[in-house]
């Protein structure tokens, strides 16, 4: 029986599709950034499991965190993915994705294997009525519609059983039939009945059902077809509470039994539906403090069905995780989540003094996480976390505290702050902790304006992924050449930097330099409908395609040589009015696509390459040959036909970002029929946007 697929949106995170945010650390939550260090800015589940790995004495280095590989080189564990990409890195498998409350159906095919082992191994009972259960039993279909279908000829089953251990089974079926049809007041009573034989799996089996068919009749209406809640409905407490006892009953009386863990995981499935939060709470702790559970499901079931209703806890890591969800500024998604709806204070903290008299290290982490990130202090945060920056190993809670305090000391520019990262690098024993101090590393030698430390032969910034955001973003074009001329860089990452260097050079007119560089390019040249350049950095092709500045744009109307030869007349003349057209065609074709964002000022990438400072646009472009009177002919019918189709079907710009009126985007039109009746260039465009 599964336990957690309970009705509720996750109150943590948004695991749907958005773009992560490469900073260090965050108070600001959007649902897609979690870290290996416990910080405001995670997803609650992944805190909590932060938790629970260290309360399970699950070291960082231990063969149980496994983490997955793909064709993306995987991002690590922070801070680049969304909870259910994040466990994948710290356990073998993803505890699947439940939604809605599941189906009593869902029990069905592992019910009747048990059901046909147990008759299979019953004393006393014949031959034939084994035989005639057995066949009942796989001939029955749960039919959860409510229809009564699950059918199965049960009279003439009943006439086979002869035996008083047989009855008992055959009720069993019958309560079995009726608990799939829906009939659960029947369900209970043949299970009761079932319960009388004397076999063990039948008592275990029929108690627990009994159990479960109470539960199943207390919320029956209170969900929809697609298993959401129909507030409409009221709860029957009445009926909720003899669910409680006969889940109570079934594990006093088998506290070992078969479906003990079933029993208990439904019991807070009880307490969740009458919000009898107390108990609840104390569940969890009994699960908390069990070495045995499933850590990632149990983070998961306590983020749906605790964190987003309870208003105050006595549990150390439960109050850990609303307090770090309590000092959350207002991120993508909103602020503080609905179980930590009221900020927490300074003095609020300290009163949970006696919670932490057994989590010390825990405690003094919180208070100087509210000072850092609520308080805005982060020299408060130096006096309370101790440098420890030199250990063998970092559990998960010394790992956040060290992390807060190099946070602290980059934020009042001490000049140790990077000798202070290096200084983790050693203790860092998952590839994860290692990945983040990586980041934290790279983003003080951008920020400093020392990017090329990042790139030098004993960084000790590794990871890829970092390496790749710096050049495509950052890094100046003797940089770029260093790396794309590099002996022994990765040949990705040449690439990666030669055709960045490449690109920008265009974009910014540094033509000669352009013609220079583009003798390391050894690629064959790419189909115009070959992808752009700049999938490469979120997407999941294997090679950058260099090829494209080998390249031609094809175009039946105005032809263009390669972008060699346009490059050659643009390095000549700078305001050739083909050159310029046809480079604003290669763009289009080769340069443009995919998807970015602004970056913060903390995050990774967000200092611009002096290669960026003339941002090209080619809307820009014709306008200016537009409003030039000595472009005459085809280039000028060209510049006014592109300009309009800037606009094409959507009515937005996608050459660049000015906002034309309409009526200009009309102007031109009408412009270009006007001046250029029988070119093909006009005739060809029949619309504007």
Known sequence: MAVLGWSSDAKASADGGCMTDWIVSTAGFNGCNNSPALQPGNDTRANMLLMLLDNHKVAPSSGKLVIAKDDYDAAPFSPFQPWFETVRYYLPQTPPQRYGRGSRCQSDESGSAAFVRAVNGARGISAGERSALVSARTAMKADCSGAGTSGTPMDQLSASLTSAEGKAFGAYLQGALAFYDGRQEEAQSQFAAAAKGRDAWLKDASQYMIARAALNEAQDGLYDKYGYRDREVALDNAKLKTAENAFNAYIKNNPRGAYAASARGLLRRVYWLGGDFPKLENEYARLIADPNQDIASLAEEIDLKYLSGAKSSKNPLLVATMDLARMRSGGEFGGPESCCSKPLGAEELAGQADIFRNHGALFDYLKAAHAYYVGNNPRAVLQMIPDAARQKEFSHVQFARQMLRGEALEAVKDRNARGFWLEMLPGAKSENQRWLLELAIANHDEKQGQLARVFAKDSPVRNKIIRRILLTRSADAPLLRQQARSATAPQEERDVALYTLLQKELKSGAYKNFLTDLELVQAPPLKPDSDSGYFYLYGDKPTVPLGIFRSTVSNAIYPCPDIKAVATILA?????????????????????????????????????????????????????????????????????????????????????????????????????????????????????W
Not at 657 to 679: C, G, H, S, T, V
């Open 572 to 688: 000549a003349n700078p305001n050739n009015a083909k050159g310029q057209i046809c480079f604003a065609e290669f763009s289009r074709v080769y340069l443009e696509g995919g998807w970015d964002k602004e970056r913060a000022k903390d995050e990774l990438g967000s200092t611009p390459s002096p290669l960026d400072a003339r941002p090209y646009s080619r809307l820009a472009v014709f306008q200016r040959l537009i409003g030039d009177r000595t472009v005459r002919g085809n280039d000028r019918a060209m510049a006014l036909n592109l300009a309009v189709r800037c606009f094409e079907t959507s009515g937005y710009n996608h050459c660049g970002d000015q906002e034309i009126p309409q009526a200009q985007r009309k102007n031109w039109f009408q412009q270009l029929k006007r001046e250029f009746p029988n070119n093909r260039i006009a005739t060809s465009l029949n619309y504007y």
